[in-house]
T-cell receptor, first 114, second 110 residues
């Protein structure tokens, strides 16, 4: 079985300050991990993915995440927040069996203050 | 451009009525999925299909039905048995590990 825990349901930062969205996972297999972003009433867009290559993964819009197997974590970071980053972020795990596709965390809403 | 198209964007259902949400993909993906999204609950898997003419129940399949007659299409029917259908519905497809999502359908019971 696999599961994902996003440790913060809501994060608020000021524009220009760093962003940290935390994610812990549990998987019986060597997982693939993803971060998706969702703007209001929109579908999900892939930010970045880890698939057993480099543990530090760079994504779009300046986001990156580090896979830490010992801590079972895959935290999302960005050095400097922009107003357009305000959205819902989902950490996702895939166990590669294909049967259940993706398991989603409950989401973190990022608010960016001017 | 390749992608997933969901329609309609907004849908209103009367009590006791069945409605069907459309999902079409031109990515040549074998696997397709339906998720339900409620505020504060992330995405929950309703049904998935890994191949034409085959599909499996997800975590919250009660009150829903699907078909997979063509590779490109995976429609979801919300039946009158679904007591709380008001939600945002997302369709996805995968050709490997990454999933591609449609823009969603917001269903409201009136």
């Amino acid at each position: 079985a696999q599961s994902v825990t996003q440790l913060d349901s809501h994060v608020s930062v000021s524009e220009g300050t760093p962003v940290l969205l935390r994610c812990n996972y549990s998987s019986s297999y060597s997982p693939s991990l993803f971060w998706y972003v969702q703007h209001p009433n929109k579908g999900l867009q892939l930010l970045l993915k880890y698939t057993s290559a480099a543990t530090l993964v760079k994504g779009i819009n300046g986001f990156e995440a580090e896979f830490k197997k010992s801590e079972t974590s895959f935290h999302l970071t960005k050095p400097s927040a922009h107003m357009s980053d305000a959205a819902e972020y989902f950490c996702v795990v895939s166990d590669h069996t294909g049967r259940r596709a993706l398991t989603f965390g409950s989401g973190t809403r990022l608010q960016v203050q001017p | 451009d390749g992608g997933i198209t969901q329609s309609p964007k907004y849908l209103f259902r009367k009590e006791g009525q069945n409605v069907t949400l459309s999902c079409e993909q031109n990515l040549n993906h074998d696997a397709m999925y339906w998720y339900r999204q409620d505020p504060g609950q992330g995405l929950r898997l309703i049904y998935y299909s890994q191949i034409v003419n085959d599909f499996q129940k997800g975590d919250i399949a009660e009150g829903y039905s699907v078909s997979r007659e063509k590779k490109e299409s995976f429609p979801l029917t919300v039946t009158s048995a679904q007591k709380n259908p008001t939600a945002f519905y997302l369709c996805a497809s995968t050709g490997g590990t990454e999933a591609f999502f449609g823009q969603g359908t917001r269903l409201t019971v009136v």
